[in-house]
Protein backbone atom coordinates (compact mmCIF):
# COMPACT_ATOMS: atom_id res chain seq x y z
CA UNK A 1 0.00 0.00 0.00
CA UNK A 2 1.08 3.48 -0.62
CA UNK A 3 -0.16 7.08 0.74
CA UNK A 4 -0.10 9.94 -1.59
CA UNK A 5 -0.15 13.86 -1.05
CA UNK A 6 -2.74 16.13 -2.78
CA UNK A 7 -2.55 19.12 -3.25
CA UNK A 8 -5.51 19.80 -1.33
CA UNK A 9 -4.02 17.78 1.76
CA UNK A 10 -5.78 14.67 1.56
CA UNK A 11 -4.40 11.44 2.03
CA UNK A 12 -4.68 8.31 -0.55
CA UNK A 13 -3.98 4.79 -0.48
CA UNK A 14 -3.20 3.28 -3.49
CA UNK A 15 -3.56 -0.74 -3.06
CA UNK A 16 -2.47 -3.75 -5.40
CA UNK A 17 -5.79 -5.87 -5.97
CA UNK A 18 -4.40 -8.87 -2.92
CA UNK A 19 -4.31 -5.60 -0.86
CA UNK A 20 -7.60 -4.80 -1.54
CA UNK A 21 -9.15 -8.03 -1.31
CA UNK A 22 -7.16 -9.13 2.31
CA UNK A 23 -8.65 -5.55 3.71
CA UNK A 24 -12.22 -6.33 2.54
CA UNK A 25 -11.93 -9.83 4.02
CA UNK A 26 -10.70 -8.79 7.10
CA UNK A 27 -13.24 -5.82 7.86
CA UNK A 28 -15.85 -8.47 6.40
CA UNK A 29 -14.74 -10.33 9.79
CA UNK A 30 -15.08 -7.37 12.01
CA UNK A 31 -18.11 -6.17 10.71
CA UNK A 32 -19.65 -9.70 11.77
CA UNK A 33 -18.27 -9.56 15.19
CA UNK A 34 -18.65 -6.13 15.89
CA UNK A 35 -21.60 -4.90 14.14
CA UNK A 36 -22.32 -1.82 16.07
CA UNK A 37 -18.77 -0.10 14.84
CA UNK A 38 -20.26 2.43 12.60
CA UNK A 39 -17.02 3.56 11.03
CA UNK A 40 -15.71 0.03 9.91
CA UNK A 41 -19.69 -1.01 8.33
CA UNK A 42 -19.07 2.07 6.37
CA UNK A 43 -15.48 1.34 5.48
CA UNK A 44 -16.41 -1.87 4.38
CA UNK A 45 -19.14 -0.28 2.20
CA UNK A 46 -16.19 1.95 0.79
CA UNK A 47 -13.43 -1.45 0.06
CA UNK A 48 -16.87 -3.37 -1.23
CA UNK A 49 -17.61 -0.55 -3.66
CA UNK A 50 -14.23 0.18 -5.02
CA UNK A 51 -13.79 -3.66 -5.72
CA UNK A 52 -16.94 -3.84 -7.30
CA UNK A 53 -15.74 -0.99 -9.60
CA UNK A 54 -12.75 -2.64 -10.09
CA UNK A 55 -14.08 -6.10 -11.52
CA UNK A 56 -16.58 -3.55 -13.38
CA UNK A 57 -14.14 -2.39 -15.42
CA UNK A 58 -11.69 -5.63 -15.94
CA UNK A 59 -15.04 -6.85 -17.58
CA UNK A 60 -15.10 -4.13 -19.65
CA UNK A 61 -11.93 -4.35 -20.68
CA UNK A 62 -12.19 -7.97 -21.21
CA UNK A 63 -15.71 -7.30 -23.69
CA UNK A 64 -13.34 -4.88 -25.34
CA UNK A 65 -10.51 -7.05 -26.19
CA UNK A 66 -12.98 -10.33 -26.85
CA UNK A 67 -14.72 -7.78 -29.60
CA UNK A 68 -11.74 -6.55 -31.09
Known sequence: MQFVQTPAGDSVAAMEVKE???MELA?????????DSRVAVRMLADISR?????EAR???LGEGVASS
Open 20 to 22: VLV
Open 27 to 35: LSRYVLEHP
Open 50 to 54: VNEER
Open 58 to 60: MED
